[in-house]
């Protein structure tokens, strides 16, 4: 959260109206539609929202991992100020897949290859982009198992040696093998339990001061998001509803998805205080939004946001996102939405 | 290739062979069957100095007289053939020309359908559509008139009938690889490989085919067997190879010279061989389906 803060300088990553269609038998589905982000040097960017909001399918179209089925269009996605669309397959592979771009994935029980030594996969990726010795990817091994707090012996283990946690270790370690901008984390404490949850967590940030790359962290618990994140964008219906800095996002909140998602997480000062929920699911997202994706679930939802998708409008210089037509009306909706009665209309 | 590196290139390919000779090992019958290819195996390697006959030597017993359709005795332990051919002699050196067919059709024919079932499976669309309706073509190809016209056409030599087999029998392979493939190409390891990096080819060969070895194995197993099986019919048919004697060749000279009636050794002998053969290659494969599908396995 003490990050040093880069704002004059070019972003990492900088993507403008990224879309993801999906065809299906029933139309075109927008899983993700206008996203619009800057990630800085050395950044934490959070990414909430329940399930099924695109959270993944946003990252799988980052790192080019979508089935066949799915189209990405974007007005811009350049990292470091080279276009990523634009890129043959084979180049991005090479110069960008891993090297510059890594991924920790949702479930690392499943992601390492059963038949191979956990370290001989980190050895292979390393000399996939890097033209180093065998001995030498070793060495590099070690200190990125000694980094992530396992120990060196345990490269010589298979996979289902390892426990849950030590999976998701050397996942990390995996990820930070060739040294990445940018390391792109898809829940990565899911399925963990809660202690192996926070030893993970306290891994990840004592990692971040020791390395320079920014991470996109990607997570349905508001809590994690909120320790880890510098910035946090929230998502629902394939759209970011609002995107602050963490400390902004939590105190003064504009959008009634992040009022409703503020309810659903226990608080440690109001022990006993019973969680609201947000009634309803998340809308289906075939055929582009003729009105704001949350006005069905919305207490404070007016006709103007049935009739139109609002457009992203930037409070607070710019520096607050907010999709809602209602923004203006925050500060009444901060009170009425801790009423239980609110949510039930 | 020293030992040492021999080894260290099957460790690559899944496991040492320490390990499969721990696989066979599980299973009683699987172990048994083991020994019985070794023998057979070590029976073919040196069959020119076991064999104390030529295969088309006329013979004479001690007595000097012409030893035609002898049963078996302590001079000519598996009998004789009615041209006083020594069977013993004969059914020695068929043992290397039937291993050596079972082998390399089996290998050949496995290298094929790995690699068809590997690349349909893998990239699936149309390059799945075009291999799998090869494979159900072959389907419909009956072998024999199959291997009839193939050696009509070329002639009754080794290579064509090794030829004719392997074009039949990747089809099972192939599919069965094929399943597989599909399979283990949705486990998120794959999609993590690609997230590293690696290209189609990599995947395919690197992170796939080892997942896929042990079902490679029980099919290499299977066409071994299903070759010699194979190759005894057309030799039996007449289709073999004429210049080199072969289990199924020896069938057919008794086929020709009308004697099955009388010559119960002379039958008996090749085909114990055959069947002991294809049976201890088919228990060494159950040990590797119970790799493949561990429910097999008794509990």
């Known amino acids: ?345 | 290739m020293s030992a040492n590196a021999m080894s260290r290139s099957l460790r690559k390919l899944g496991l040492g062979l320490k390990e499969h000779y721990g696989i066979i090992a599980t299973n009683k019958l699987s172990l048994l069957g083991f020994w019985i290819i070794v023998l057979f195996t070590l029976v073919a390697a040196f069959a020119p100095w076991i064999a104390p006959h030529e295969p088309w030597e006329m013979l004479f017993d001690s007595k000097g007289e012409f030893a035609a359709l002898r049963a078996p005795s302590w001079e000519f332990p598996f009998g004789t053939t009615h041209l006083g051919y020594d069977l013993y002699s004969q059914l020695v050196l068929a043992t290397r020309t039937t291993l050596l067919i079972g082998a390399t059709s089996g290998f050949i024919s496995i290298i094929i359908g790995a690699n068809i079932g590997l690349i349909a499976g893998y990239y699936g669309g149309k390059v799945d559509e075009v291999l799998m309706r090869l494979t159900d073509i072959l389907y419909g190809m009956p072998f024999l008139p199959f291997i009839i016209i193939l050696i009509a056409l070329f002639g009754r030599k080794l290579e064509f009938v090794i030829l004719a087999i392997v074009l039949i029998i990747w089809r099972t392979s192939a599919r069965v690889i094929r399943a597989q493939t599909i399979a283990i190409k949705q486990r998120q390891f794959i999609a993590m490989a690609r997230a590293r990096g690696a290209s189609d080819l990599r995947i395919i060969y690197v992170h796939i085919l080892p997942n896929v070895l042990p079902l490679l194995l029980l099919y290499a197993a299977f066409n071994i067997a299903w070759s010699i099986i194979t190759e005894a019919s057309a030799s039996f048919l007449g289709f073999g190879d004429g210049e080199t004697i072969s289990w199924g060749g020896m069938l057919y000279e008794l086929w020709l010279s009308g004697k099955t009636r009388v010559a119960w050794w002379w039958f008996a002998t090749p085909s114990v061989c055959i069947i002991l053969l294809v049976t201890s290659l088919v228990f060494v494969s159950r040990a590797y389906e119970e790799v493949a599908n561990p429910r097999l396995r008794k509990r």
Not at chain 1, 20 to 45: C, M, R, W
Not at chain 1, 87 to 102: G, H, N, T, V, Y
Not at chain 1, 142 to 154: Q, S
Request: charged fraction near 20%.
């Open chain 1, 1 to 345: 959260m003490q990050a040093p803060k880069t704002e004059t300088k070019q972003p990492l990553l900088s993507v403008r109206n990224l879309g993801v269609a999906y065809k299906t038998a029933q139309g075109p589905v927008h899983a993700v539609s206008n996203i619009s982000f800057d990630l800085a040097e050395n950044e934490v960017f959070g990414i909430a929202g329940e399930s099924g909001c695109g959270k993944s399918t946003l990252i799988r179209s980052l790192l080019r991992l979508l089935p066949d089925s799915a189209t990405v269009s974007a007005d811009a996605c350049l990292y470091r100020g080279q276009d990523l669309m634009g890129l043959p397959d084979a180049r991005f592979r090479k110069d960008i897949l891993w090297s510059e771009i890594s991924l920790v994935p949702q479930s690392a029980m499943a992601s390492f290859n059963p038949v191979y030594r956990v370290g001989d996969q980190i050895i292979e990726s390393i000399r996939a982009h890097k033209s180093v010795s065998k001995a030498e990817a070793r060495e590099r091994c070690k200190a990125l198992f000694d980094v992530v707090g396992l120990e060196a012996g345990l490269l010589d283990s298979f996979p289902h040696e390892f426990s849950g946690g030590m999976r998701q270790r050397a996942m990390i370690a995996m990820a930070l093998s060739l040294d990445p901008g940018l390391i792109v984390m898809d829940e990565p404490t899911t399925g963990l339990d809660v202690l192996v949850q926070e030893r993970i967590l306290r891994r990840i940030r004592e990692i971040r001061s020791e390395i320079k790359s920014s991470i996109i962290l990607i997570t349905h618990d508001i809590a994690v998001i909120a320790e880890m994140s510098d910035r946090i964008a929230i998502m629902y219906g394939g759209e970011f509803m609002e995107q602050a800095s963490a400390v902004d996002l939590f105190e003064q909140p504009y959008h009634p998805y992040t009022l409703g998602l503020k309810n659903a997480f226990p608080s440690i000062r109001n022990i006993g205080a019973e969680l609201i929920s947000i009634p309803g699911s998340p809308p289906t997202l075939i055929g582009p939004l003729q009105s704001c994706p949350f006005a069905p679930r919305c207490p404070f939802a007016v006709a103007a946001c049935r009739s139109a998708n609002p457009e992203i409008v930037g409070l607070e210089g710019g520096q607050h996102q907010v999709r809602c037509v209602r923004h203006a009306d925050a500060v009444g909706f901060r009170e009425q939405a801790k009423e239980k009665a609110v949510w039930q209309f």
